[in-house]
């Protein structure tokens, strides 16, 4: 398996410009979470994804931060206009949720991306 | 708030010195614990996982953790560690109620000094 999928690894880009984060969830996983890392605030959940629904978005910082997940096997999270203080590592990572079997799923975390925002 | 705490930011040891991270959660009820760890530069990999059973719990690397229910903890053991095992690690608990998402904690740098 390839495991979880992200592209780009390093995306640099100048305030203001739209920045779109690419997943590739493990195929047959159905659930998908979308998490930044800072040194400051260390690792946040921004919003996570059930059978493509998204569940819980609370952790999204604002209005410019918009995650999709138009199928299962893709998710773009998306910042417009982005601003320095989004520069940070972006994870995505994938599980499967079975309904007996809650306990069981573990969530595999794809490599980042590193977003430099000057 | 509940949450997950690891007590421990900065951990700094020498090659075969034996390690214990801490982690405490402030949940009730059955949890789900889990311990990653993420090496310079790369993306969070399982060290080990709690579910049920057995509280000790044995992870790759020569890692274990035990899980002490009466102390809401679940802090991580190596006897020995090698200059390798410097990263950082990171507690999560999933919580009851909480479906499939993780809490993790503020992590726990650890460099260990040839």
């Known amino acids: 398996d390839a495991g979880v999928i992200q592209s780009p690894r390093h995306e640099v880009t100048e305030m203001g410009q739209e920045v779109t984060l690419r997943c590739k969830p493990i195929s047959g996983h159905n659930s998908l979470f979308w998490y930044r890392q800072t040194m400051m605030r260390g690792l946040e959940l921004l919003i996570y994804?059930?059978?493509?629904?998204?569940?819980?978005d609370s952790g999204m910082p604002e209005d410019r931060f918009s995650a999709k997940m138009p199928n299962a096997s893709f998710s773009t999270l998306k910042i417009q206009p982005s601003e320095p203080r989004d520069s940070a590592v972006y994870f995505c990572a994938s599980s499967f949720l079975a309904g007996g079997a809650l306990a069981k799923n573990i969530q595999y975390f794809g490599a980042g991306t590193r977003l430099s925002v000057l | 708030a509940q949450s997950v705490s690891q007590h421990n930011h900065h951990v700094i040891l020498s090659e075969a010195a034996s390690l214990e991270l801490g982690c405490n959660y402030s949940y009730g009820g059955t949890v789900n614990l889990f311990w990653y760890v993420q090496y310079p530069g790369q993306h969070l990999q399982l060290l080990l996982k709690y579910f049920s059973g057995d509280p000790l719990v044995k992870g790759i690397k020569g890692f274990e953790a035990e899980f002490i229910k009466s102390k809401f903890s679940f802090n991580l053991r190596k006897p020995s560690v090698q200059w390798s095992d410097t990263a950082e690690y990171f507690c999560a608990v999933r919580a009851p109620n909480a479906g499939n998402m993780l809490t993790f904690g503020g992590g726990t740098r650890l460099m260990v000094k040839p």
């Open positions: 994804f059930n059978n493509n629904v998204p569940i819980d």
